[in-house]
């Protein structure tokens, strides 16, 4: 099994663009989670999902932020318009059963200047 | 809601020293504590996790142990190699839900 696979692994862009993260779960996994990074605030759960819904996406800063998963192998999460604040590693995670292991992708490194 | 501390925030010790790093939870229905292993520029990985109905859990050098009355779970680490050297997280989980309410983090230093 490849793991949990996230692309692109590096994004720099200017402010006022648009950005999607993109993120292909294990095969079999039914929960997908996107998390952001930060030094000043740590890992921050944004969002996640049961079998392809929405359940909490209490932890998105704002509107500019959207999360989509259209099918159970792949998921977006978009940022429109996108600002320097929202530099950061986001992860993308995926698990097998409600309360059970999360496994992280590679996450991807956002620069936004 | 769930509301993760996580101490000390550094953690500097000798190799083949052990090392321990704490957590604690407020929420007394949490059932699930995992700790994750965060080297330089890579993803967080799993290494050890726990749930409510076990006290101790051991993997080779590494240990979980959880009191639930005090709402604390620790992280042993016998034995320290110098690749031991990483960030160290600890989570907690409620029943029923998929989410992880993560702690600061632990950033651990083996001297060799």
């Known amino acids: 099994d490849a793991g949990v696979i996230q692309s692109p692994r590096h994004e720099v862009t200017e402010m006022g663009q648009e950005v999607t993260l993109r993120c292909k779960p294990i095969?079999?996994?039914?929960?997908l989670f996107w998390y952001r990074q930060t030094m000043m605030r740590g890992l921050e759960l944004l969002i996640y999902?049961?079998?392809?819904?929405?359940?909490?996406d209490s932890g998105m800063p704002e509107d500019r932020f959207s999360a989509k998963m259209p099918n159970a192998s792949f998921s977006t999460l978009k940022i429109q318009p996108s600002e320097p604040r929202d530099s950061a590693v986001y992860f993308c995670?995926?698990?097998?059963?409600?309360?059970?292991?999360?496994?992280f992708g590679p996450g991807t490194r956002l620069t936004v200047l | 809601g769930e509301n993760v501390e996580q101490h000390p925030s550094t953690l500097s010790v000798q190799e083949g020293d052990s090392a321990v790093i704490k957590c604690t939870y407020s929420?007394?229905?949490?059932?699930?504590f995992p700790w994750y292993k965060q080297e330089l520029g890579k993803r967080p990985q799993l290494i050890i996790d726990?749930?409510?109905?076990?006290g101790e859990k051991k993997d080779q050098r590494i240990a979980v142990t959880l009191n639930k009355t005090a709402k604390h779970f620790s992280l042993h680490i016998t034995e320290t190699q110098p690749e031991d050297s990483a960030v160290y997280f600890c989570?907690?989980?409620?029943?029923?839900?998929?989410?992880?309410?993560f702690g600061t983090g632990t950033r651990l230093q083996v001297f060799p």
């Open positions: 995670a995926s698990s097998s059963r409600t309360g059970g292991m999360q496994f």
């Open positions: 095969s079999g996994h039914n929960s």
């Open positions: 999902f049961n079998n392809n819904v929405p359940i909490d």
């Open positions: 929420d007394s229905a949490s059932n699930y």
């Open positions: 726990i749930r409510s109905n076990v």
């Open positions: 989570a907690a989980s409620l029943s029923n839900t998929d989410k992880l309410i």
